[in-house]
């Protein structure tokens, strides 16, 4: 083996997670290459005399856009079924992993005969849609870029790649820092032994994981709102207290425990990233007034 590829047996990581770390990067390249090979879609210019008047004029028109959707949905179900085959060889591994909070997969319990099956299937399409998903992104991208402005694009590109990482550092909040304080409160509740079934335990875990995550697309949903002209920094900046009690009455909603202290370790990256929306509304009011003055 050459001397520069030496440390790649040493890299921390299980056989599983370099699998899917393989399969995400080939969904991805692939991705790249769709959109590589409909560059041109993706960079011609919007056909600004088409309404919904010639619409109604000439239906016929619209049959191609309906081939090119139904193109890009038989590709998207594909890749999902592909990714969703494999991801079934790993479902029991990933299990594993979202029943570490609880202390394994043996402290949980089944009580439906086709309950473990269930559960199995669920997880392993769920994964297998995360995988495909960069795939499946790209094909929906190629048939809706082909409507929107250049400037629209643009801001696609920016605001994906960022909302992307905010849904994700929510996710890996909520299992590194939530669930290992959430869990072990909720099962020994006032003195209570609590034995979850797979399917409540499952079930619990992914909304909790799917919500916060949400929850921190917060700057991006007021970069969105300030560009549209909807609010300002200005008017974010004056109502931080009104914020404040939103993002707590929104903790209370999303961490799974009643308790204070899991309520401020929700609440306070929120506040944080309200902060980081009053910021982002400054850089949208100006894109906006630069928009505005270059017609």
């Not at 997670?17 to 210019?45: D, E, G, H, K, W």
């Not at 479902?91 to 997969?105: D, F």
């Not at 969105?224 to 920094?233: C, P, Q, T």
């Not at 850089?283 to 007034?289: D, K, M, P």
């Amino acid at each position: 083996m050459p001397s520069f590829l030496q440390w790649i047996p040493h890299i921390p990581v299980s056989t599983e997670a370099a699998l899917i770390i393989s399969i995400l990067v080939i969904s991805l390249a692939s991705a790249l290459i769709a959109m590589i090979r409909n560059r041109r879609t993706l960079s011609a210019p919007v056909d600004e005399d088409s309404d919904l008047g010639a619409l109604f004029e000439n239906p016929s028109s619209i049959m191609p856009h309906i081939a090119e959707l139904r193109t890009r949905l038989i590709f998207s179900l594909i890749a999902i079924l592909v990714a969703t085959a494999v991801a079934a060889l790993l479902t029991p591994q990933v299990m594993t992993v979202l029943a570490a909070p609880i202390g394994g997969i043996n402290e949980l319990i089944a009580i439906g005969v086709t309950e473990p099956f269930a559960v199995t299937f669920r997880v392993a399409l769920v994964l297998g849609v995360i995988l495909a998903s960069p795939y499946v992104l790209a094909q929906l991208w190629i048939f809706v870029a082909a409507g929107l402005k250049p400037v629209e694009r643009r801001i696609f590109y920016f605001l994906f790649p960022f909302g992307l990482v905010l849904f994700l550092s929510g996710v890996v909040f909520a299992y590194f820092v939530m669930l290992p304080v959430a869990v072990p409160f909720l099962i020994g509740f006032l003195g209570f032994k609590a034995t979850p079934t797979i399917e409540n335990y499952i079930k619990f875990v992914t909304n909790v994981l799917l919500w916060v995550g949400i929850s921190f697309e917060m700057p991006l949903v007021a970069f969105v709102l300030a560009r549209l002209g909807v609010v300002n920094a200005r008017l974010l900046a004056q109502n931080w207290r009104i914020a404040i009690i939103v993002i707590a009455l929104l903790a209370a909603v999303v961490t799974p425990t009643p308790d204070p202290v899991n309520m401020g370790i929700v609440a306070a990256p929120l506040i944080l990233l309200y902060g980081v929306s009053i910021v982002l509304a400054v850089v949208a009011q100006r894109s906006r007034q630069r928009a505005a003055a270059s017609k």
